[in-house]
């Protein structure tokens, strides 16, 4: 079982940064690919950024593409997202999720979100 708590987060001006961490409680998260989602009030959860389970390979959405970092540290079972030139639009619950190395597409386990708020 893997459990995922999130950090960081809050409220920010436009262009500020921001940093969001992940830590796994479970076994063996090297084991785990890793991804960011967001949803913003009254829409859909979407894509944001993902990491492959050894770092090699990272994706972003258009919408973040060259403002946002993935990252991760297999050794802390952390996942971290580090945002700046932030903007409105990116206010949003932000989630990580995680999904088997080794398995279906979808992402299994999920955090509890955290509040994202850029100021205009």
């Known amino acids: 079982q893997v459990q995922l708590v999130q950090s960081g987060g809050g409220l920010v001006h436009t262009g500020g940064s921001l940093t969001l961490s992940c830590t796994s409680s479970?076994?063996?998260?090297?084991?785990?690919?890793m991804a960011w989602f967001r949803q913003a009030p009254g829409k859909e959860r979407e894509f944001v950024a993902r990491i492959n389970w050894s770092g090699a390979s990272t994706n972003y959405a258009d919408s973040v593409k060259g403002r946002f970092t993935i990252s991760r540290d297999n050794a802390k079972n952390t996942v971290v997202l580090q945002m700046r030139s932030l903007k409105p639009e990116d206010t949003a619950l932000y989630y990580c999720a995680a999904r088997p190395k080794s398995g279906p597409p979808e992402y299994e386990y999920w955090g509890q979100g955290t509040q994202v708020t850029v100021s205009s």
């Open positions: 479970g076994r063996a998260f090297g084991n785990y690919g």
